[in-house]
């Protein structure tokens, strides 16, 4: 499956929007973009999942472009609760093993 | 509950113990996957249940590690003999299908977190 790159952290304050960014140059046609999110001492929540162009939930949005080489997550107006790590997988519909890398950390400052 | 539950949240026990880990799933859901998360090691899955059966067990690294579900629901991951490269945050999911309506979510208790000595 492809590789994901993502920043290791971001830093932002409360009311701000927070994009993080995920290359994975190597996605193939059947691949899907998926987003976790986990809080510190909890697993890992789904947060949001996309092919193309724009997806919107009551939690964040999710950039696609045309090329599908990288993708957004976007965060609207973060509060301190969403201080946690945000991990940009790459999986196929028949996946059932998630893999993680270190993803990003996001912290949220008031 | 409505979510997925792991008992114990914490664990210390001394090498070479065995332990055991309890996982609940969502009620209904038929595929159970256990993983474990280390500091700086990312998430490493261990096995996949669909029902009481296990047709994937290839991440489990060695045979002191051995799960079972009964009943199409709890889970339990044991580990005999613990080395202190066990340490690790031991994490449940589960899902309704392996593709449910989102693709690829799973959705996952608080975790075990396992500490040897």
């Known amino acids: 499956l492809a590789k994901t790159t993502q920043p290791i952290s971001m830093d932002s304050y409360e009311g701000q929007e927070v994009n993080i960014t995920c290359s994975h140059n190597n996605i193939a046609t059947n691949d899907y973009i998926t987003w976790y999110q986990q809080f510190p001492s909890q697993g890992p929540r789904f947060i949001i999942q996309?092919?193309?162009t724009k997806v919107t939930n009551e939690v964040a949005s999710l950039f696609i472009p045309a090329d599908r080489k990288s993708s957004t997550l976007s965060l609207p107006r973060v509060s301190l609760s969403d201080t946690a790590v945000y991990y940009c997988l790459v999986t196929r519909s028949n996946d059932y093993k998630l893999s993680f890398g270190a993803g990003t950390t996001v912290t949220v400052r008031a | 509950g409505a979510g997925v539950s792991q008992s114990p949240s914490n664990k210390v026990t001394e090498k070479g113990k065995d332990v055991e880990l309890r996982c609940d799933p969502i009620s209904g859901h038929t595929a159970l996957y256990w993983y474990r998360q280390s500091l700086g090691q990312g998430l490493e899955f261990l096995i996949y249940?669909?029902?009481?059966?296990?047709?994937?067990k290839s991440g489990l690294p060695s045979d002191r590690f051995s799960a079972e579900r009964t009943g199409g629901s709890v889970s339990t991951l044991t580990i005999q003999r613990t080395q202190q490269e066990d340490s690790a945050v031991y994490l449940c999911?589960?899902?309704?299908?392996?593709?449910?309506?989102?693709?690829?979510?799973?959705?996952f208790g608080p975790g075990t977190r396992l500490t040897v000595l």
């Open positions: 996309g092919y193309k």
């Open positions: 999911a589960s899902s309704s299908t392996m593709d449910g309506g989102n693709y690829n979510e799973q959705f």
């Open positions: 249940f669909q029902g009481n059966s296990a047709p994937d």
